[in-house]
């Protein structure tokens, strides 16, 4: 079974191969009367765009969104956004070397295994490409979003690249666009500018944590018990390519720490209760609590690199692979807007989901 | 809205308080002619009853199974499978004092900001008393997955206990069964008893990190991009209690890794590729590899203990909270079997999903 | 692909063969804080129970319906409403005869055929014994309706026995109570009495017409284009046993008429569109206009007749067949407190569906 | 909520609106390895298209379909195949003024009331136009159909315009594709040709009743209880545009007959049971029988006629309107090909289903 949407009441389906005419998101269930304009959707897609900076993959990609349907007169209608980016640079001869042979590490083999056939051009539907069209649901959720909870803000950022982590006590949010990794840790992003410089010459990759933080999210959202809002985070995290870590909160850590240590204790606040600290990560019994809702994941290394690695080819052969084409160094560097998307569709999607069971209605403190 | 079902084909939709009178799954989709003996299922929910050491909480529950529907002389007939554990041990008294306040670290807060009222006895649907359907429920997964993939074997154990974690080189499967912990390394459960009494007498609690090996899995079994097999993974055990963090194969230990150093290579091996290490956990591109499926995940410590904590009453009140009735002082373990239950779900159901849309057929190696 | 759930975010799971211990409906999505009582639900129970006259059949089940969770001192709490049902008047022996062979127009054989085996008892999960656990959801349906749309009311009647009509100048909704057909014309009901006795007497059965109006529906209900609620009450019509065809207002009679006779016309009303007709039925485009919903639908004679029929048996014999077994020889009479639940739970689904994604905010007119 | 996804393993979301830039449908879960061609699907689509012959809206469009993915050097990858048709005849000007005004009959008024704003050019998201999308989706089913069962045959047919039904005895399958209404009773396809001009004259139009017909149908498709092959036939047949009453078999005329009469008798067949008759339409609860099935559907007249009717204005205003623009006087004609596309994806979806829950293993006869 294939299965290409997320989401109950915000519904996204994504569609499109790396190397085929286009690919798309069909959005359903947007709430009508949203102002939705292309230009504010294709601000999310530059920032994840291919080619900014010499860490990322240098292929060309205009990435420009055109909405065919669900919008009228710069207003949501209720009914599907069909949004279609068009492929321009696809340099399939890159690829001839893999139609049967499989990268280590990438979905080639799984898809060959499951399907039989697939569409091998620069890893066809399996490609990180396929995020573009996360991205651009993602800003019809964020205009959502804006017009339903001006207060919340998301924020995505690189917390670690290889084992070089961040400084929390220099993070700083603001400095997140200054840099081309998204790092709130300045002293950290120049140290990677280097460290990365070094794996790219070597003709090798590296992992990475990305962080994202949703402040401003309200307290009920969630469908306990097999709709929490933590696990359908993780599912939308897990989701995204070279993912293979997911953690709210404290995450693993937790495992480490007593009980005393792990409570959020809390006091009266003027509007419900205050936390004294946020180990959970805003996200009690799956659902959010009112605080800041904290996700962090890994991104394991780019697998293609150009360093001869083992395999085999569909006919049984054993070969030295190294994989061509133009490819990201870190490809956590590009997953951090994928992952504001994917938090903001997830966000939106449970407030309709709440407010349809609950009608938002909300127990009282005080 | 609320939303207590999980599984496409397989869907499983769990039902009960931790002091209603009864409660249990309801599973729908198992393939008909699955031989079903409510013994085989009472033998999996007995792993994970509560009373069967000094290490879990000391309710007594019986936790009986009743099939009440979807078996005839023996058989599943393809129709929905009632399971229903009456609840006998109902202390509710020890929980009056959180009717009006919230324990810290629980889902009391959330479910009353949500809903605006709650079964506050036990915890209500936030107990993991809820997991006792799911294990029932896996009971019949596996003897589906038994019919249907005879060498399919799924593990868990317990790999950590607070900042404790198993040798690798001592760890042995023959002894998960032979200590309270689900512990591999017999060492290192007799260093988590003592360490554990000691938590327990200091009114404290620990988290833990349980791992579920499943082997014998097929390739081909996941449902891109939106119902890949880690992601639903993820999701699944996210679900359970106090979960904070998933981790598929190398996990967040990726994020440190070098693409060289990543690479999982294959040779030619007797059916299909031989892999010459496990990294990815058994899954590229959402798809099993037909390698060892491996998760991980944190449980934070039971937030239950007996130390006070700073609260807040509905009323608004500030006050300190012992949290009294029969706790454990580490929920990881009775996690375990939980876990292993989610694992037999998630497989059999998209082995189902994969036999609807590819029919099972494969692409060759050789 | 068994799937025995309907609806989205009221989502009723009924489980249950006709001869096992009991049967049920899982209900998940309520709204929580609606009062919920089993003396409420017993009352529909009540009108579709068996035995109640000498036109039903004479199977004696108390229908007793008990909650196990999800209620929470008399409301709602948000979590799974579970309802179960023990059976209690098992006449399993009348069955024997149907282990092996087939009654004509009944599932015996396509259960067999699908599944290869099957609880015959009865009919097992095919039975219309399975309506019991439809009519106990419908009752949470009713109660949540009853909350939030206070004005809406649902009403069941038959308005068709084998050819005879009833006269619609002689129906009075009041009636519909007083007789054992749930006939709003009372000239009618005195006839098909006798017709049905004779029927009866012939070793005979016969099919019937019902019709469902839902008045106080409001406008805006109905989820385009593949949840409209004429295309789900529809599915919900005919899921029902033995149901043939499903009208919407004018229904198959709208073929015959033209474009200037099926306008409904409007003038301003009060508060909204006064419509002169209402050949829609209540619905334009799939969403309910304000005015009446009309649903209507055919239900075949029951199949179950003591007259000898030709069919075949598992192992490929010829033979007559006559069913024994306790039978309703027109089994229209108890679909229509089944037609009414089935309508209560889509209208509340589509009112839950409709406050998520639009926050029931409307357009106006004037 | 929105929603616009049918299907289960064979997904389909349409999009589009009217008058917008584009139209289409995002079609999930099609089997790997299918030859799908844009020229196949063409081929129904030209079926469908408008202005072919003088009984239909004189709109012209190319109807041009794209495939923008899931195909692979003309097989299907087992990835979301999205079919684009542009709008090029989009001539929004006739529709003016009906921005404010409600024509009756249409989904205007609802739109308006449900989402407080709409795309009122040519009905937008709710025009007849959406139901090209469908047909393209269909062409897929169909070529996956041909794939997996190959001696599947689907026919649509018109029986019945106004009060003129076809008579059975002239009926021959052949005539169908040689009169522009898709009749095979070649002598009322003439009858009807007269009495379609008379009502154009006269500014009025006309209902009809569509037949689709498939033969080949495997035995055992359909997933009780909810998912019955009847019940998502009726909500597939029901949800297209102007359609009031759906079908099986026998149909409204089951509620006239006897138990006697009703009975579809059996004797052995070569393989399997032969059928005496087949009032049932091919389904007995709710699972084919293998014998033909049989859907009929009434469509109502259009409702745009150039006869004025009595409406009102979002503004309150009392007005007689005409609904200009270029309308087919009998929108049943142009239903024959969306339900024949219907038809295709609800068994497509169904075989999928039935071959992951039960492995398309079967019981036997004789």
Known sequence: MSFNTFGHLFRVTTWGESHGPALGATVDGCPPGV????EAIQHWLDRRKPGTSRFTTQRREADEVRILSGVFEGLSTGTPIQLMI?????????????????????ADLTYHLKYGLRDYRGGGRSSARETAARVAAGGVARAALAALVPDLRITGMMVQMGPHGIDRARAD?????????????PVMAEEWAGYLDALRKAHDSVGAVIEVVASGVPAGLGAPIYGKLDADLAAAM?????????????GMAAAALTGRENADEMRRGADGPAFLSNHAGGILGGI??????????AVKPTSSILTPRQTVTAGGEEIDL???GRHDPCVGIRAVPVAEAMMACVLLDHLLRDRGQTGGARGHIG
Chains 1, 2, 3, 4 share one sequence.
């Open 35 to 38: 102002p939705i304009e292309a």
């Open 86 to 106: 068009e492929n321009t640079d696809q340099r399939s001869k890159d690829y001839g070397d893999i139609a049967t042979s499989f990268r280590p590490g990438h």
């Open 173 to 185: 949010l603001a400095e997140v666009d200054r840099n081309p990794f998204w790092c709130p840790d």
């Open 238 to 250: 897990m989701s995204i390519n070279a993912v293979k870590a997911v953690e709210i909160g404290e």
């Open 288 to 297: 959010s609590t009112g605080q800041d809702v904290v996700v962090r994941f």
């Open 322 to 324: 190294v994989t061509k």
